[in-house]
T-cell receptor
Framework: AQKVTQAQTEISVVEKEDVTLDCVYE???????LFWYKQPPSGELVFLIR??????QNEISGRYSWNFQKSTSSFNFTITASQVVDSAVYFCALSGLGGSNYKLTFGKGTLLTVNP | GAVVSQHPSWVICKSGTSVKIECRSL??????MFWYRQFPKQSLMLMAT?????????EQGVEKDKFLINHASLTLSTLTVTSAHPEDSSFYIC??????????????FGPGTRLTVL
């Protein structure tokens, strides 16, 4: 069975601070996908990134960066110089590849509040 | 990125009535769509996987007769909550799998439908 753990339920920071959201996963699959989604107060999930298990390169996109460590089964997400608009619930998710394995398993989410 | 729409965005209905929610992929064909349910301040729980032209696959504990899913075309899936009761009140979210070959194999989510049953 697959499992995603986001140990941080809520995080509160002041604008311009850097913040890291943790994600630890469990799977028996040798190949899989990892995702991060953002859910602002409006409710719509916004896709942020997908990472294949065979690609351990870290990725940076503007103020966002992701650190994939297969050895520790972690896929952490860092926001640099946080802004108020970053306030949202962030979900980490995991899926297998192909057929019914493609179902997404979500973590419980981390509520990030960025205060001005 | 790919666009998925849902209609309606919110609905209020009386107990005992049925409610239909539509999920459309606007700029791609989705052979597979997923329906999720989210309670306040909780994570998304997968209800069922909808495959175009075949019966939906429901997750354990989800009543098939209660939540009817139809995936009649490559761009449309519908979820019908039959004989809705207050405990069915929730935020329902669909997603569509954009599979045009790797690396675009990603689920894109609709904006959600907030259902309130009085």
């Amino acid at each position: 069975a697959q499992k995603v753990t986001q140990a941080q339920t809520e995080i509160s920071v002041v604008e311009k601070e850097d913040v890291t959201l943790d994600c630890v996963y469990e799977t028996r699959d040798t190949t899989y996908y990892l995702f991060w989604y953002k859910q602002p107060p409006s409710g719509e999930l916004v896709f942020l990134i997908r990472r294949n298990s065979f690609d351990e390169q870290n990725e940076i996109s503007g103020r966002y960066s992701w650190n994939f460590q297969k050895s520790t089964s972690s896929f952490n997400f860092t926001i640099t110089a946080s802004q108020v608009v970053d306030s949202a619930v962030y979900f980490c998710a995991l899926s297998g590849l192909g057929g019914s394995n493609y179902k997404l398993t979500f973590g419980k989410g981390t509520l990030l509040t960025v205060n001005p | 990125g790919a666009v998925v729409s849902q209609h309606p965005s919110w609905v209020i209905c009386k107990s005992g009535t049925s409610v239909k929610i539509e999920c459309r992929s606007l700029d791609f064909q989705a052979t597979t769509m997923f329906w999720y349910r989210q309670f306040p301040k909780q994570s998304l729980m997968l209800m069922a996987t909808s495959n175009e032209g075949s019966k939906a696959t429901y997750e354990q504990g989800v009543e098939k007769d209660k939540f009817l899913i139809n995936h009649a075309s490559l761009t449309l899936s519908t979820l019908t909550v039959t004989s809705a009761h207050p405990e069915d009140s929730s935020f329902y979210i669909c997603s569509a799998r954009d599979y045009r070959g790797r690396p675009t194999d990603t689920q894109y989510f609709g904006p959600g439908t907030r259902l309130t049953v009085l």
